[in-house]
Each structure stands twice: as C-alpha cells, then as structure tokens.
C-alpha cells in the first residue's frame, strides 16, 4: 500500500511538473515573433579575403537587401510575410562575432535598414578557415533570438576549404540534429577543390521546396554579388500552402506543427 501510495505521488507530482513546463513552453513561445524563416549569413573574412575582396563580398549583401525587390516580390509572398536575418564574420576557432543581431525584415523598409547596418560593419578578423567553428557559433543562436520561424536555415560563404578548429562535418551535422533545415553555400574563386568540399562537408539538410541543400559557384569576388542574391532569393522563396481539406494537407500541417512546437521547447530550455 505504501509502494502504491508512493507510485501515485510520484506519477501526480512528475504530471504536476510537465503541465508547469507546458505552460512555461507556451508562455514563452507567445512572446517568440513568428516568422517564414530565421536565416543566419555566414561571411568568411580569413585571410585569403583581402580587404578590396571584403568589401565586395559586404556589398553583395548591402544590394541584396537594398532591392525593394527581395522584400516585395520574395519575403512578402510567404505565408507569414516576414523573416528574420542575422549576418556573422568568422574566421579562426575562435573568431566569430555577430556583427548584425537577428533582425526582423517585414517591410522593404526593414530590408534596407538591415542593409544600412550591414553596410556600416567592420573588418574583425583576418586569421584561417574554420567553418565547422563558424558553424557551431551560429546553430544555437537560432534557440536564443527572439523568433519562432517555420524554417531555419544557414547560408555559408568563403574563398577555401576548413584549415582550422572543429571538424566541419561534424558541425554540420551537429546542426541539422539540433533543428537547422539546411545549410547551403556559395564558393568564392577557382580553388581546386573547393565546390566538391561545400558539397561533401559544408551543406546539408532540406530546403523550403523541397530541394536538397546546395552550393553556388562565384567564379570571382566580382560575381559575388549576383551569386548571394540568387541564393538568398531561393532560400526564402514561398512554397504553396496545401489544402487543408485534404489527408496530405492535413499530415504536413500536424508535422508541421510538431517540429514547430520542438524548436520552441528548445529555444524554452535555452533561456533556462
């Protein structure tokens, strides 16, 4: 009788703590702004970048964000309408600073003021080449903003392959288990090489059509810019919403609902 008073106890008191969880879970994930997409820009300022390469790459995405464009003929066709960007320098192990936090983009206005802050960042680092670590920094910032996106995506730039830190493939896949949809890429030069370890080691994961992850080539830092627009361009291209009357519809509603609701209990034990 005691054994089964105790069992009762214990089972009311473990109910008790998951209902106070729910309930924290569901709080916090009201004050998290819904949005189609975080996407998180990784630029590569090793030091194989030099500063006229630098400036180029910057201004790639000053023009992408600027074009009224993006927001109007892209962000805004989305379910939601908006997303949220963050755009982070690495280089080394151990350098990697966000440079523009996460930012709400639901206007073409939004866009620009993004673009204005991007614009007005400076050159931090200039050491080697450690994707896997720039990777590792961006992943959890996706469970610590202030954003609940249907999708969330990484977005990797760089002129060579990792000669230094974390393991890039493990990072990789570190990040898709921890909830990223995909990484993608764009590669910078004539590196012999480089395009087959992007799609080896760098990108992974699923894309909002349903295409896999995948690497754009810029054959110079002069074709940057149109590389990065076409690929931002993809990544938050809209997918058609399914019929909700029909038994497909309704699956992927309720799946997507469920990854929806894990990413905010993660970004919930994150705060914790």
């Known amino acids: 009788m005691k054994i089964s008073n105790f069992v009762r106890a214990t089972l009311a008191a473990a109910s008790c703590c998951l209902s106070v969880f729910a309930i924290s879970t569901s709080a916090h994930a009201a004050t998290l702004v819904p949005v ?19 400036n180029l790459q910057k201004q790639g995405y000053v023009n992408a964000f600027s074009n009224a464009g993006l927001f109007n003929d892209f962000i805004s066709k989305g379910n939601l309408g908006k997303i949220a960007v963050n ?15 996460w930012s709400l983009i639901d206007s073409a ?6 673009a204005n802050n991007v614009s007005a960042t400076t050159r931090v680092y200039s050491g080697q ?27 990797v730039s760089g002129d060579g392959a ?12 570190a990040a898709l288990a921890l909830g990223v949809d995909a990484i993608n890429g764009v590669t ?3 590196e012999a090489g480089l395009q087959a370890f992007y799609q080896n080691n760098v990108i992974g994961g699923t894309n909002a059509t ?3 992850a995948f690497v754009l080539a810029a054959q110079s830092f002069q074709d940057f810019g149109a590389a990065i627009d076409k690929k931002i361009k993809a990544e938050i291209k809209p997918t058609s919403v399914p019929e909700p009357a029909s ?23 994150a705060d914790c």
């Open 87 to 101: 755009l982070i320098y690495w280089s080394s192990a151990n350098q990697q600073q966000e440079v523009v936090g």
């Open 109 to 114: 206005s939004a866009a620009q003021t993004f």
């Open 188 to 190: 910078i030069g004539s």
């Open 129 to 155: 080449t450690a994707i896997g670590s720039a990777l590792n920094f961006a992943a959890p910032k996706f469970f610590n903003n202030n954003y609940d996106g249907v999708r969330q995506v990484i977005d």
């Open 36 to 54: 189609d997409l975080e996407l998180s820009l990784l630029v590569d300022v090793s030091g194989s970048v030099d500063n006229s390469e630098f």
């Open 210 to 212: 349903g295409a896999p």
């Open 162 to 173: 990792t000669n230094n830190g974390a393991s890039t493939i493990a990072a990789r896949n």
């Open 247 to 269: 038994i497909v519809g309704l699956l992927v509603f309720g799946t997507i609902g469920a990854s929806s609701m894990l990413k905010r209990n993660k970004k919930f034990l």
